[in-house]
């Protein structure tokens, strides 16, 4: 079964979504690094901690990536 990810927005939970996904929305902006994000039913981590997702997102754009980190953390 492929990974399923989540990410605090807003603090709302959004997911599922794929791996795909997940880079897509690290390249929207939409998940930075200090955003909260989950695998599966793992604990919620920051994003910057997924190895490699940032140089997977931003591959192509290698000074673009995103530091702004959100303060929101709700503790689920």
Known sequence: MAT???YKLGGRTEGPI???DLLVKVREGVIKQGSWVRKD???W???EEVNGL???AFR???G???KETPTEY???
Request: proline share 8%; glycine share 8%; hydrophobic share 40%.
């Open 45 to 47: 981590f920051p994003a």
């Open 4 to 6: 399923r990810w989540f």
């Open 41 to 43: 039913d793992s604990a």
């Open 54 to 56: 940032f140089e997977a």
């Open 60 to 62: 192509d754009q290698p």
């Open 74 to 76: 709700h503790g689920d």
């Open 18 to 20: 794929s791996g795909a």
């Open 64 to 66: 673009k990536i995103s």
